[in-house]
């Protein structure tokens, strides 16, 4: 039997646990006092199994799902902005496989934009993850999102009407 586990880097799991833990950086000592064990699910998520007995859970969120998971959502079109450059995000089906999110800035003359592209199917996740769903809701995603901000780094900062805003950051 082999092991199909999500792995992380030591790096990964020390940005993890920071954020997990409320720390602005990884600090060992504080790590050893407050974590018992943790344990990698199969989905990639992370149960941190506290020394008080309580369990955080970090959701993966990051894993790329499968070249065959092709999704396509209208409802992201004019929504998501580059933080960069200003531009709008715009669909390309990548060779009748998948369906990804890029700047617009990137085709531009005089734009110097590196700003990362997203799959279809990874904002669909973030996106419900952000508006405390199970599964992505496109109707639902109309109601509560306004535009989404993506920036340099992979993070999205997700703009709700009412002016709440939230932002997600990739590991």
Partial sequence: MSCTSVNFSEEELERISARTLGMDEFDGAVFEKA???ITVMENGDLEFHLTGGETKVWKNLHLDPPRHIATVTD???GKIRCAACGNTYHRVNG?????????IGKK?????CH???YTDYKLRQVSAHMMGLEEFDEAE???QIEEITAFPDGSLEFNFYGGRKER????
């Fill in 35 to 37: 974590v018992r064990g």
């Fill in 168 to 171: 997600w950051q990739r590991a």
């Fill in 141 to 143: 995603f109309e109601k």
């Fill in 75 to 77: 409802c992201f079109q």
């Fill in 115 to 117: 700003n990362p592209n």
């Fill in 108 to 112: 531009r003359k005089n734009v110097e």
């Fill in 95 to 103: 060779a009748g496989k998948w369906v990804y999110w890029y700047c």
